[in-house]
């Protein structure tokens, strides 16, 4: 179920030549434990500016707009939500133009998905992502990664969580160096 859809995302987003990875519970089962996810996570590398052709792309693909999700909503919160009406499956097209993202788009990993090439986060970006939003599950999800995959770059990882400390006053860094030193023991 997740896997045709997302191969039908990823095919219409190549036709369309938008930059997009995988990000999320999708990518999170591609490293870490298996877990339950509801929705797809999808970074665009576009701005705004292409809301018209993910509207076009939610269309051909017999999606709906999530209820609620008018044109200010997705404008204030950079966030598509769409339904898949088939499945019933939320997408979240997240839109976004960061130096960090477009980077992250470019070193994303390209798995086949029965012929068409998808691109998923790379498991650094994936963790990055994941630290940034700090949530419970979320760094559930970093320490699974991080146990699962111990070859990571922690280096990369806290030059870009330092990075972002400094945009939100975070403590990102900190909070990284500590499940480092858990799972380290």
């Known amino acids: ?4 859809l997302i191969r039908r995302i990823a095919a219409e987003l190549a036709r369309r030549e938008i930059p997009y990875m995988i990000i999320g519970g999708q990518a999170v089962l591609r490293y ?3 877990r339950l996810t509801k929705d797809i996570d999808i970074t ?3 701005g705004i500016e292409r809301l018209p052709d993910i509207k076009d792309v939610v269309d051909v693909l017999d999606m709906s707009i999530a209820p609620g999700a008018d044109d200010a909503f997705i404008k204030d919160t950079m966030v598509f939500p769409a339904v898949d009406k088939k499945s019933a499956l ?3 097209f997240i839109f976004s133009f960061l ?3 477009s980077a992250a788009i470019e070193r994303s990993d390209v798995v086949d998905f029965d012929g068409v090439p998808v691109r ?3 498991l650094e970006d994936l963790v990055i992502h994941k630290m940034v939003a700090g949530r419970p599950r979320d760094i559930e999800d970093v320490r699974s990664i991080l146990l699962k ?3 990571y770059d922690k280096d990369f990882i806290r030059r870009w969580l330092s990075e972002f400390d400094k945009a939100i006053d975070g403590d990102c860094v900190e909070r990284f160096d500590r ?3 858990e799972i380290e023991v």
Do not use: T, W, Y
């Open 44 to 46: 665009l590398g576009v």
């Open 120 to 122: 998923f986060a790379s």
């Open 32 to 34: 870490g434990e298996p």
């Open 90 to 92: 939320r997408v979240d």
């Open 149 to 151: 995959n111990p070859g």
């Open 99 to 101: 130096p960090f993202e």
């Open 179 to 181: 499940i480092v030193r």
């Open 1 to 4: 179920m997740f896997k045709d």
